[in-house]
């Protein structure tokens, strides 16, 4: 075993590659900084696992504000579904995730966090994503049709307009495309079938950004669609579930090359043989685990089994049993031999094997309490006795001042600092900074004391992010075929409203292919191909059944038109008169004591959700502002209107 120097403990050491070493009373913080001094002083890949996504979360963040930037951080996220749930992961889930993939197999340093559940998972094999992506290169001769098809193929949605992970549009000349893995989508410009510029794009102002000489598109799923892995599927399918096929729903999507609402927990079924997180890993990575993994592992298993007993009734929708659909405790632990690892604990363990409990402690109690003269007598009182420098951390910029505030109105000398890296840098003696860190910790061989906001205002309950879905705009509203039922009124952006009946196989020029059939006014038919499905937009007008079809051939759809700009300009020059005269005249601005509505917020038993608390956030605003103000709080019932009004 390798010795390393340490900001938590001397007696911290390496494992060699196949051994196992466990370290005891990481607590709090000191666990995601363990992780990180493990990942540096080895200058080895580390796989860090939680014991489920809400730890993983918290991980990730506190590894990333102690790592400053200066290695790799990486979340292979879990799919965010339930076992053998009917519907798939979110669009951005399945990009983190293939870009991990991606990246994995040839990583030699840095920090990957994953939850241990998400290795009973399988996966693709290990050479899925690279055989599957694609190249583009400046310059490059590339046929776009033929680039095209190679996107339907990879599992890539034509749309109109990009907005989401695995979508393409095509406009003329450019082709817009969002590939998995990348935080922006890219813009392909063609001069003939040569590629003339590689640029990323802002989706919203659809500006260009920097131009690029290269780019990889990795696949959009992790389970392909093409004509092979299709027949692939009924094979197995055929081979593993008794009965008619054709009376499943989930064999006639995939037969028909649709990506069926939970198809991730039939994925054994499109390959030979699967992997596991594991495999994708280099072979001198460090593993990072509880020390009660065996524990974590087998909870999971017992959950899959209890949705499998759950959802193995519905004779439409067959699954596979867990021991086909998962990888199984037992053979992830045995897989974990191949590596060294660090069993970590937040409890003492026995000091054998070379096992270490590091000297770390929990910070007294210091609990503020804003209603009462001397709330902060606890923390000046640890200020002064504790011998060392002191990190108080708060979960936003707001709260950073309130902790600055209250603090240097009592004669400490406290500083805000940028980050972690910067208070280690010869920072203050006492420094405040904006961290995710929720419970601290005192590092005594280091002579450094970390305060969370929540160790001196109480424990805030807290959300997982929640990945917000693009608002579509109503004229990209249908994006598939299964947006559209028959008999939905339907607006074509040339003829109008009409009525969707239904697909139909038409021939033309000698070639067949599907169109969607629209009837309009006196049964007059409209047949649209089905790649031009972004001329047609959802009808958001009168009921369904009393939607007025328009006459094809006639300027009716025309004339409409034509009333709705005019219509739309003189509500615009309305409203500017409105906002004119509003803005002319002064309103009142209102001030409030800053410590009575931070003890109301303290003692809020829930924690705002990212709207509640940005509209908040924007009322105050309003109300802190000399100008009239203009604002309607609208919500369901439930969701959280009155907390607002509080």
């Not at 890949?45 to 014991?51: E, G, H, K, N, S």
């Not at 963040?61 to 009917?86: M, Q």
């Not at 420094?431 to 005594?444: A, F, Q, R, Y």
């Not at 924690?607 to 103000?629: C, F, H, N, W, Y």
């Amino acid at each position: 075993m390798a010795r390393s120097s340490s900001l938590l403990s001397s007696l911290i050491t390496i494992p060699d590659v196949g051994r196992s070493v466990g370290w005891g009373r990481l607590i709090g913080a000191s666990a995601a900084l363990a992780a990180l001094e493990l990942a540096e002083n080895s200058a080895r890949p580390v796989l860090v696992l939680a014991t489920g996504p809400r730890h993983a979360d918290q991980l990730e963040a506190e590894i990333r504000f102690f790592a400053g930037g200066k290695l790799p951080v990486s979340h292979f996220v879990e799919w965010e579904t339930l076992p053998y749930d009917s519907f798939s992961p979110h669009q951005d889930i399945i990009s983190q995730r293939l870009r991990v993939l991606s990246d994995l197999p040839g990583q030699t340093n840095g920090i990957v966090i994953a939850s241990a559940a998400s290795l009973l998972q399988r996966l693709p094999p290990t050479d899925y994503v690279a055989a599957r992506s694609l190249s583009v290169s400046l310059g490059q001769v590339l046929e776009r049709q033929i680039f095209i098809d190679k996107l339907t193929a990879s599992g890539y949605l034509r749309v109109p307009q990009v907005d989401e992970h695995g979508e393409f549009a095509v406009r003329g000349s450019l082709l817009d495309i969002f590939p998995m893995g990348s935080s922006a989508p890219l813009r392909i410009d063609f001069f003939d079938d040569e590629i003339e510029s590689l640029r990323f794009f802002d989706p919203d102002s659809q500006l260009s950004r920097e131009p690029m000489d290269h780019v990889r598109i990795l696949p959009a799923r992790e389970i392909p669609l093409d004509q092979t892995s299709i027949r692939n599927f009924r094979n197995r399918y055929r081979e593993r579930f008794e009965g008619q096929p054709s009376r499943s729903r989930v064999y006639r999507e995939v037969s028909d090359g649709i990506a069926h609402g939970g198809i991730e927990y039939y994925l054994p079924l499109f390959y030979a043989s699967t992997a596991s997180l594991l495999d994708y890993l280099p072979g001198n990575c460090i593993l990072f685990v509880p020390s009660d993994i065996s524990q974590v592992l087998d909870q999971a298993w017992q959950e899959i089994h209890e949705r499998y007993e759950l959802c193995s009734l519905d004779p439409e929708r067959p699954v596979l049993p867990p021991a086909e659909g998962f990888s199984q405790p037992h053979d992830i632990s045995a897989q974990f031999s191949a590596y060294s690892r660090v069993e970590y604990s937040s409890q003492s363990l026995r000091e054998i094997d070379g096992a270490v409990n590091l000297p770390a402690r929990l910070p007294p109690a210091l609990r503020i309490e804003s209603r009462f003269d001397d709330a902060a007598h606890a923390v000046v009182d640890f200020l002064q006795k504790f011998d060392g420098r002191v990190l108080f951390t708060a979960d936003s910029a707001g709260r950073r001042e309130s902790i600055y505030e209250l603090l240097s109105a009592r004669g400490l000398d406290i500083l805000r600092v940028e980050g972690w890296q910067a208070f280690l840098d010869g920072g203050p003696d006492i420094g405040v900074t904006v961290s995710p860190i929720e419970n601290g910790v005192l590092l005594p061989e280091a002579a450094i004391a970390i305060i969370s906001e929540q160790q001196l205002f109480g424990e805030r309950p807290r959300q997982r992010s929640r990945r917000r879905r693009a608002e579509r705009d109503p004229e990209v509203i249908i994006r598939q075929l299964n947006d559209l039922q028959q008999g939905s009124p339907v607006v074509h952006a040339e003829y109008g409203v009409g009525r969707y009946l239904g697909l139909t196989t038409l021939e033309t020029g000698g070639v067949s292919g599907e169109f969607l059939s629209l009837e309009y006014a006196g049964g007059d038919k409209l047949y649209v191909p089905v790649h031009s499905l972004d001329l047609i937009s959802r009808y958001t007008g009168a009921a369904a059944e009393n939607a007025p079809l328009h006459r094809l051939g006639s300027d009716q759809w025309a004339r409409a038109r034509q009333r709705a700009i005019r219509k739309i300009r003189d509500v615009a020059v309305e409203l500017l008169d409105v906002y004119a005269r509003r803005a002319a005249r002064p309103g009142h601005r209102f001030h409030w004591p800053e410590t009575d509505y931070q003890t109301f917020v303290d003692g809020f038993p829930f924690e705002p959700t990212e709207d509640q608390t940005r509209t908040i956030d924007e009322v105050l605003g309003d109300l802190a502002s000399d100008k009239p103000m203009d604002r309607v709080v609208c919500g369901d019932v439930g969701f959280g209107k009155t907390e607002i009004a509080l």
